[in-house]
C-alpha cells in the first residue's frame, strides 16, 4: 500500500466525505514558500498553508528556537508552572498591540481562542450583574472556526447553520457591512449599515454578552473587506449599551493586511482579540485571547471567581518559543515594505481578470489577492494543476485567491497571479 493509498483510505482530510476523498499531494518537505513534492515536483505554497507560514516554511531563526527549546523543556503544565518562553511571548504581545489589551490567554487553536473570548464576555456581564447577556451578535459573512460556539457565529448561510438546524444556539447577524474597503462613507444609516446596527443593538442589548467580528477582512465567510469606518460606529454603541466588542484577528493579525493588526485600519481597540494562525508563523498549532484589564478584572469579580477555562496544553513552551522567534522577525518592521510591495503587484497583476467573463469583482488588501468568480469553483481543478504551474492555489466558494508568505519574491509572486489569471480564465 502506497502513502496515498493509505491516507485515502484511512485518513479524514478538512470538509472531506470518505467514500469520495477528493486528490492529494504528498508533502515530503518544505522550505521556505516551496513545497516538495513526491517525485520531487516542487510547488510554491500560495496559501501560506492556510494564511500561517507569513516568513516561509522551515524558518531558520523559529526552527533554531524550537529546537532549543526542544532540548531543554517542549511542554509542561501551566497550572501553577510557568516558563521564559510564555513570559517573552506575553512582553512581545503586549508590545504590539494596543496598550489596553494586556491579560493573555494562550490556547491551542483558533476556534479555541474565539470559544475562550466567548466564555470570557458572558462571564464578564454575569460578573457586573448583568443576567440574561449571553447571546452574541455578529456580521453576515464571517467565519470564527469550526467548534461548536464559534460555528453558532459563522455565516448562517455558507456556514454550518443549516446543516445543524436547532443544534446550534440562536445568535443575532447584521447584514455584512455594506459599505465595501476602499468607497466613500455615506453618513445616511440607511446606507453605511449603522440603521441596522442600532436597531439590533438597542433592542437586544438586554440579552447580548458581546459582538464578535473579523475586523475589515472577512477571510473564510467569503473574502470580502468592509469599510473601517463600520468598527468605530460599532465601538460607539457596544460602549453606549455595554456590550463587549471582540475582534477575531486570527487570520488579519501580524501583517496580512498592511497593518500589524486590521484593527489599525480603524484605530478602533476591542474589549478582547483573538490571534492565532501566524502567531507561530505557521510551525506548530497556537493561539492567544487577549482581553484588557478592565475584562480580566471584571470576570474576577464573576460567581466562579476565576475565569472558567484552562486546556492541558495551554502555555506550550515549544509553541511559545516558536511564537517568539516569528514575532523577532516582525520586530524590524521590514515585513511592512514587503507586504506593500506584495499588494502594489498582486494589484497590478490580478487586475487584467476583470475583464475575463467569468470574474465578478478583484480585491487586493496588503498581502491578500482575491479574484472573486461568478460560478462557484472546483477547487479540484486547481488542484490538478499545481505541478504543472508550479503553484499550489485552493480556491473556496466563489473564489480563487493567494496568501503568499511574505517572503515571496516578486517573480515567484508573478506565477502565483499567472497561475490564478490561468485558473480565472478557463473557469
Ligand atoms: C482560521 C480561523 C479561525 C479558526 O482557527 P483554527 O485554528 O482553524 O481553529 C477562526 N477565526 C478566523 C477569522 C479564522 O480565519
Known amino acids: 500500500m502506497t502513502p496515498l493509498e493509505f491516507d485515502r483510505d484511512h485518513l479524514w482530510h478538512p470538509y472531506t466525505n470518505v467514500a469520495k476523498p477528493g486528490p492529494v499531494h504528498l508533502v515530503k518537505e518544505a522550505e521556505g514558500i516551496w513545497l ?3 517525485e520531487g515536483a ?26 532549543d527549546q526542544l532540548d531543554r523543556l517542549p511542554h509542561v503544565m501551566f497550572g501553577g508552572l510557568t516558563h521564559d518562553p510564555a513570559v517573552e511571548l506575553g512582553k512581545r504581545l503586549i508590545a504590539m498591540l494596543p496598550d489596553a489589551l494586556d491579560r493573555v490567554f494562550y490556547c491551542d487553536s483558533g476556534s479555541v481562542s474565539v470559544e475562550v473570548a466567548m466564555k470570557m464576555a458572558v462571564q464578564y456581564q454575569m460578573a457586573m450583574g448583568r443576567t440574561g447577556r449571553s447571546g452574541f451578535a455578529t456580521i453576515r459573512g464571517g467565519y470564527h472556526g469550526d467548534t461548536w460556539k464559534a460555528m453558532s457565529v459563522c455565516d448562517p448561510v455558507n456556514g454550518m447553520h443549516g446543516l445543524f438546524r436547532g443544534a446550534l444556539g440562536i445568535e443575532h ?3 455584512r457591512p455594506p459599505v465595501q474597503l476602499g468607497q466613500d462613507w455615506p453618513e445616511d444609516p440607511a446606507q453605511n449599515g449603522v440603521a441596522e446596527m442600532d436597531a439590533l443593538l438597542s433592542e437586544r442589548a438586554d440579552h447580548l454578552a458581546a459582538v464578535i467580528l473579523e475586523p475589515v477582512v472577512q477571510g473564510a465567510g467569503g473574502m470580502y473587506f468592509y469599510h473601517p469606518q463600520y468598527l468605530a460606529e460599532l465601538r460607539k454603541r457596544c460602549d453606549q449599551h455595554g456590550i463587549l466588542l471582540i475582534f477575531d484577528e486570527i487570520a488579519t493579525g501580524f501583517g496580512r493586511t498592511g ?5 489599525e485600519h480603524a484605530g478602533v481597540v476591542p474589549d478582547i482579540i483573538c490571534l492565532g494562525k501566524a502567531l507561530t508563523g505557521g510551525h506548530i498549532s497556537f493561539a492567544a485571547t487577549v482581553a484588557t484589564k478592565a475584562v480580566a478584572y471584571g470576570i474576577g469579580e464573576s460567581e466562579a471567581g476565576v475565569f472558567m477555562h484552562g486546556p492541558t496544553f495551554m502555555g506550550n513552551p515549544l509553541a511559545c518559543a516558536a511564537a517568539c522567534a516569528s514575532l523577532d522577525l516582525l520586530a524590524d518592521g521590514a515585513w511592512q515594505t514587503r507586504v506593500a510591495q506584495i499588494e502594489a503587484q498582486l494589484r497590478a497583476e490580478l487586475e487584467p481578470a476583470r475583464a ?3 470574474v465578478a469583482d478583484v480585491r487586493v488588501l496588503g498581502a491578500i489577492g482575491v479574484i472573486q468568480m461568478k460560478d462557484w469553483v472546483d477547487p479540484s481543478i486547481a488542484h490538478a494543476r499545481a505541478r504543472d504551474t508550479g503553484v499550489y492555489l485552493r480556491p473556496f ?13 516578486p517573480d515567484d509572486l508573478s506565477r502565483i497571479t499567472s497561475a490564478m489569471l490561468g485558473l480565472a480564465r478557463e473557469a
Open 42 to 67: 516542487r510547488v510554491i505554497d500560495a496559501m501560506s498553508s492556510w494564511w500561517c507560514t507569513i516568513h516561509g516554511h522551515r524558518h531558520p531563526q523559529i526552527v533554531q528556537a524550537m529546537h
Open 356 to 358: 475575463f467573463d467569468g
Open 397 to 409: 466558494a466563489y473564489n480563487i485567491y493567494t496568501m503568499p508568505p511574505f517572503t515571496t519574491g
Open 173 to 175: 447577524f447584521l447584514p
Open 36 to 38: 516538495t513534492l513526491d
Open 259 to 263: 497593518k500589524a493588526f486590521a484593527l
